[in-house]
């Protein structure tokens, strides 16, 4: 390294005065807040949720009325109009995956039959592999200890291998999500796979995804050195999956 270069993360004399410049002049006055009614995040000044946008996917019931008066409450979270509590109820009575299901759910607003289920899980099922080397020559070469950053960055890199990255019609944007949703666990456990290898020492072992295993079932399988997992594992991971769909 050069003579006097700083390195690639350090905090030198002038960063550190040119923060404290940003500080002093970056300041805004909290009562602007309320003279202009600019709502702090998702929250007005009384603390209350605002709208953020128009939207039937999802609703949260966070207050009651009664007696004119709003009463905060446990909450209640619905897709599509059906309670969350109420689908989970179903997955766990007829003892089945429902990760799957909620997606079909959020997506396309009803509810999936036996076969639309089977041929919905087999379209995820077919976009859950990582374009060929993406392993070794995106995730491997810069393991990050950040998820989020090693999300976003093989997000990012997905781009250059879609031959129709920037068809933004409904059909093409449909199959892109299906796409990440099926990759997602797979960029999550083999990023995870390679900091630990890099950072702890760690042994590293690739597991491919198997196209018959549910999107729980996968992930048990490529994180574990053995692949081994008990139903109730998968079970549980699944239903975390279900109530974090979106």
Known sequence: MPMNQPSYSEMTPEILALSELCQEN?????????????????RDISGKGVLAGLTKISEIFAYKEENGELIPCDGLLCYRGINVQDLVKGFMEDDRFGFEETVYLLLFSNLPDKKQLEDFSRVLSSYRRLPPSFVRDVIMKAPSSDMMNALARSVLTLYSYDEKANDTSLPNVLRQSLQLIAKFPLLSVYSYLSYKHYYQDDSLIIHPPQPELSTAENLLHVLRP???????????????????SF
């Open 26 to 42: 970056g300041g805004i006055d909290p009562t602007l807040y309320g003279k202009y009614e600019v709502k702090r995040g998702l």
């Open 226 to 244: 053995d692949s081994k997992y008990s139903r109730m594992e998968a079970k549980m991971l699944d239903l975390a999956f279900g109530k974090k």
